[in-house]
């Protein structure tokens, strides 16, 4: 189960196993969604309907446009790099926080990994997620700027796309926006890790359930669910500022979806947003984020709990 349990006998391995088995069926299944919440994110004209100026006005009418303009592999662009990134994230996250919450176990007072237990599950999440992030942050640059690119196409591989960035922006380039992704991931990360704990807890109660038993696949789903709509709700704009400045030096591949900006900056981001856009310009391309999150967080957390349980009893 998610989190240091001295019942179930796994090794870092098997939670690197486990970390990239659920990651890798959450990014197939809700790919589409990540495709569409960055189209959304970095238009920065408004996304309604009978905006004139705007290439992107709904989810179905998006949906639409893209299929109609680029094809319906368009919903996956960026598959790849995409499952790179969720397995390697899914990789370093898992193994950290389990041994991040087994040195709570051992060494710091008991009721931390009971009583306290959402709470150490959210701080020991955050700290797992930084980490994770800064690792596989050259990657999402690849992927944001795969899926970010129309036709006709600036990048034609993972590749290409890596060696133009290091030729063109030097290696600084693949670290662009890390600063909003690790501000807006290790919150988002630790409320996953946090809620899912109290939402098991809250789960449990309602059932009158043993404190430690092993969830089943239904209650893991619906508690990730749960965890990841609340946790992307919070921290969405840090999501929407990091993306845009991912695609910063990229905004020729930018231009047919229309107006393009520079930042200077996380601040300078942020501001611009709010006085170009208003307030619900930090929330552009939520809807789909949200779908995401529902689903990818109850997958992962889902698959993870049961391969463990898996292979803890293989």
């Known amino acids: 189960m998610v989190g240091y349990n001295p019942e179930l006998k796994i090794n870092k391995a098997d939670q690197a196993k486990a970390g990239a088995i659920s990651n890798v069926i959450a990014r197939a299944v809700t790919q589409p969604f990540d495709v569409l919440k960055i189209r959304f994110q970095l238009q920065l004209e408004p996304i309604s309907a009978g905006s004139s100026s705007s290439k992107y006005q709904s989810l179905l009418q998006a949906v639409k446009c893209m299929v109609r303009e680029e094809g319906p592999r368009a919903l996956w662009k960026g598959h790849l790099p995409a499952q790179c990134l969720s397995v390697s994230f899914g990789v370093v996250e898992f193994v950290c926080f389990e041994n991040i919450t087994k040195h709570v176990w051992f060494h710091l007072p008991h009721e931390l990994s009971t009583t306290y237990k959402p709470l150490t599950h959210a701080v020991s999440g955050g700290m797992s997620s930084c980490l994770a992030t800064v690792v596989v942050q050259p990657i999402d640059i690849i992927r944001t700027r795969l899926v970010a690119q129309g036709e006709p196409k600036v990048y034609r591989s993972m590749y290409h796309a890596a060696e133009s960035i290091i030729r063109l922006e030097g290696v600084r380039g693949f670290y662009k926006g890390l600063i909003p992704a690790c501000i807006g991931v290790a919150p988002q990360m630790g409320l996953q890790f946090g809620f899912y704990a109290l939402l098991q807890r809250v789960w449990n109660t309602a059932l009158n359930l043993p404190y430690e038993h092993h969830p089943g696949g239904v209650e893991s789903f619906i508690c990730g669910s749960g965890s990841g709509f609340i946790s992307k709700l919070l921290i969405y704009p840090m999501d929407l500022t ?72 293989r």
């Open 242 to 313: 990091k993306k845009r400045l991912q695609v910063q030096g990229f905004e020729d591949a930018r231009k047919r979806f229309g107006a393009v900006h520079q930042y200077r900056g996380l601040a300078h981001c942020l501001s611009s947003t709010l006085q170009h856009e208003g307030v619900r310009g930090l929330y552009k391309g939520l809807a789909p984020s949200l779908l995401k999150a529902v689903f990818a967080t109850g997958t992962i957390f889902c698959v993870y709990d049961q391969v463990c349980f898996f292979l803890a009893n």
